[in-house]
């Protein structure tokens, strides 16, 4: 789903109304999950990048009641924010919300294309002087449209950036030994650098025994356990990093946001985002905490949090009351809500209540437009990283 | 080094000030960690088990002011606790506690010996139904003491069971290459099921390269990253689970402290105990939070812990006030501090001040006899069950 530039609206409902209204009417359209914690499946997967210099002005995570409006990056569009410092008191920060308290919005769709334009000029360099050009071989199994979406927004931001794409779609009641034959041949083939199996797959496959098939040196995605494993073990460097969670600690890293000695709290611990984003966190040095579907008191646990990475797959989950004042927050939900005034009759929502949310937090990714395009930009990245591996190229 | 009874007894220091005592010859000694998340190395190394009928009385984790005594577990000596139930005000306990307040001894000596015990019968049966013996092969470099004593009471434990111990010594100047040389030849050997490379190693050598060399199927340690990185994984399953956190869980099953769905703070990171533990917490459904060396409140995060898992070989860190009334606590750490009236002029602490946390805890480990007898139980188990596995059987 091509991401369109994100603005604030005001809701014709009074706020907090708007983020019930939209979790009711998800629950009426029977999309919710019933354990949130495994439901990260409907995030895109994407691809890779390296880190270079910052554009966006540095803030600092804040505790609550100090508060002050800082410039906006100038990779972001002009926001008014709301941000850390020591200096203020509460009643001033009361005053300001009351007026025209807002988050700084975390451009992700900015960042990313800045990074899709980084890849794509090191690219072009590598082929100038090596003749290497990386290739990312994309499986797709079965007719599913949304997938089938992904792919394709995946083949696009390959061909925008240099990167050879390889697919195959296969129809859905293909046998298991048909994908593996594939990989294998992907595997083999000194042109493809990163292999990746479009998921879900059809019921009547081993999701486990599919993935596990790519080699551990093709493998973009950083699903493989010794990738995540590498990734829990201090000491240890994994070969790919997962690419959402990456892109999650892309943006903070971007926005010059600290990580290092701070409460983060990771909602949802899904293979895919929740745990490994708990992980890449804990190597940066904060202090983890991760809720998840038995977390009995969520409210609690969210609201000591410095960082919040929210990845649960339920609409509006997280409250603007749950969260600490100064907070940043990087909201991996995607969920779509029913919305008459729409012409597709849907809108996409984040597990986070942005309304509520961008009045408390300091930053905040909006949905869409904020993880989903990084996640693409990582998948770029990580398929560049591994043709410079296998190539042995600095 | 031997465990001897534990006995809780009363100091002639006030309790407070014991523990800040025994802290301060600590540092005199000058063997203090500068950076406490990684010092579990100092923890010994050791083996595996299965759960059975357990043997303890039934209580669960308890929040603040409502507590109870219970009748103690016929595992454990009998010792007056102090633990959870629902239905007691605050005014009582609180009278409870002046009189004699002290949380239950949870007895990893006495259920070690129970482990031990299973084990032994279950080789005894396999042997005489398969003839299969299982095999345990240890390598030492180097002459350090504690290593030395370390991998002769694996050696003990070992034929305690019926487990067929196999031990290679290399003088510290070894090289490298002669260590990958043994663990070849173990690898290939069908009568070991077990390989375990007493840790540290020399300085000139490289861990990660010497430890990945041991073959996965043999890796009782569990510290191999794929390991580490199935244990990650929901809906995967590890060869084998690191020796000491699996005991510290398995502590809590035998004392029946439910897990699921409570908050368990994991004080230390390492990828020895602390990151396992966490992560076998949370796969048992609990809340996690992993406070270390860059934590900035961690006693404002342990105080809110239901279950404490301390894993940071800093003596008496955790203090009495850092802990919620009736939470249960698993003391990983083993610390030397100077005591003119040992006759060996030291004893052993953990990482909790237990005349401090025996007052507010529901439950404690002593040290010693908590967490150091059941890693060698672990170990045990560990290398059944890498026999049973590859010996295809039941």
Same mark, same amino acid.
């Given at each position: 789903? %091509?991401?369109?530039?994100?603005?604030?609206?005001?809701?014709?409902?009074? $706020?907090?109304?708007?983020?019930?209204?939209?979790?009711?009417?998800?629950?009426?359209?029977?999309?919710?999950?019933?354990? $949130?914690?495994?439901?990260?499946?409907?995030?895109?997967?994407?691809?890779?990048?390296?880190?270079?210099?910052?554009?966006?002005?540095?803030?600092?995570?804040?505790?609550?009641?100090?508060?002050?409006?800082?410039?906006?990056?100038?990779?972001?569009?002009?926001?008014?924010?709301?941000? /850390?410092?020591? #200096?203020?008191?509460?009643?001033?920060?009361? /005053?300001?919300?009351?007026?025209?308290?807002?988050?700084?919005?975390?451009?992700?769709?900015?960042? /990313?294309?800045? =990074?899709?334009?980084? =890849?794509?000029?090191?690219?072009?360099?590598?082929?100038?002087?090596?003749?290497?050009?990386?290739?990312?071989?994309?499986?797709?199994?079965?007719?599913?449209?949304?997938?089938?979406?992904?792919?394709?927004?995946?083949?696009?931001?390959?061909?925008?950036?240099?990167?050879?794409?390889? @697919? *195959?779609?296969?129809?859905?009641?293909?046998?298991?030994?048909?994908?593996?034959?594939?990989?294998?041949?992907?595997?083999?083939?000194?042109?493809?650098?990163?292999?990746? *199996?479009?998921?879900?797959?059809?019921?009547?496959?081993?999701?486990?025994?599919?993935?596990?098939?790519?080699?551990?040196?093709?493998?973009?995605?950083?699903?493989?356990?010794?990738?995540?494993?590498?990734?829990?073990? !201090?000491?240890?460097?994994?070969?790919?990093?997962?690419?959402?969670?990456?892109?999650?600690?892309?943006?903070?890293?971007?926005?010059?946001?600290? +990580?290092?000695?701070?409460?983060?709290?990771?909602?949802? !611990?899904?293979?895919?985002?929740?745990?490994?984003?708990?992980?890449?966190?804990?190597?940066?040095?904060?202090?983890?905490? =991760?809720?998840?579907?038995?977390?009995?008191?969520?409210?609690? +646990?969210?609201?000591?949090?410095?960082?919040?990475?929210?990845? *649960?797959?339920?609409?509006?989950?997280? !409250?603007?009351? $749950?969260?600490?004042?100064?907070?940043? +927050?990087?909201?991996?939900?995607?969920?779509?809500? @029913? #919305?008459?005034?729409?012409?597709?009759?849907?809108?996409? *929502?984040?597990?986070?209540?942005?309304? @509520?949310?961008?009045?408390?937090?300091?930053?905040?990714?909006?949905?869409?437009?904020?993880?989903? %395009?990084?996640?693409?930009?990582?998948?770029?990245?990580?398929?560049?990283?591994?043709?410079? !591996?296998?190539?042995?190229?600095?």
């Amino acid at each position: 789903m %091509p991401q369109q530039p994100h603005r604030v609206t005001l809701s014709p409902f009074p $706020w907090r109304q708007n983020c019930a209204a939209a979790a009711r009417l998800h629950r009426m359209a029977s999309m919710r999950l019933t354990d $949130w914690s495994s439901s990260s499946t409907t995030t895109s997967r994407l691809l890779p990048f390296s880190r270079t210099s910052n554009p966006a002005r540095s803030y600092a995570v804040c505790p609550a009641r100090r508060l002050l409006p800082m410039l906006p990056p100038n990779i972001a569009s002009p926001v008014r924010l709301l941000t /850390a410092r020591r #200096d203020f008191s509460a009643s001033s920060v009361k /005053a300001m919300m009351s007026v025209e308290a807002c988050a700084k919005v975390i451009d992700g769709k900015a960042v /990313a294309k800045k =990074i899709r334009e980084e =890849i794509g000029a090191e690219i072009a360099r590598m082929k100038s002087e090596t003749g290497v050009v990386p290739g990312l071989a994309v499986i797709l199994v079965g007719d599913r449209k949304d997938s089938a979406t992904y792919v394709r927004n995946k083949k696009k931001a390959c061909e925008t950036v240099g990167i050879k794409s390889f @697919e *195959v779609c296969l129809p859905e009641d293909s046998a298991e030994q048909e994908v593996l034959k594939h990989i294998s041949e992907f595997n083999d083939d000194p042109s493809v650098h990163g292999i990746l *199996v479009q998921l879900p797959l059809p019921s009547h496959m081993n999701e486990q025994h599919i993935l596990n098939a790519v080699s551990i040196e093709k493998d973009v995605d950083g699903f493989h356990p010794l990738n995540i494993g590498r990734l829990a073990m !201090r000491g240890r460097e994994p070969l790919f990093v997962p690419c959402t969670p990456k892109g999650c600690i892309e943006l903070l890293h971007r926005y010059n946001v600290e +990580i290092k000695g701070k409460r983060a709290v990771v909602v949802g !611990r899904s293979n895919i985002v929740g745990m490994p984003a708990a992980l890449l966190l804990q190597r940066e040095d904060a202090t983890i905490s =991760i809720v998840h579907s038995r977390t009995r008191n969520p409210e609690e +646990i969210i609201k000591q949090a410095d960082i919040i990475i929210a990845a *649960v797959g339920q609409p509006n989950m997280v !409250r603007g009351t $749950w969260i600490r004042p100064g907070a940043v +927050i990087i909201d991996v939900g995607i969920n779509p809500v @029913e #919305d008459a005034k729409s012409p597709k009759g849907y809108r996409l *929502v984040g597990d986070v209540c942005y309304e @509520e949310a961008s009045k408390v937090a300091s930053a905040i990714t909006p949905v869409p437009g904020g993880v989903g %395009p990084m996640t693409i930009a990582m998948l770029l990245s990580n398929t560049l990283t591994s043709a410079k !591996r296998i190539h042995n190229l600095p």
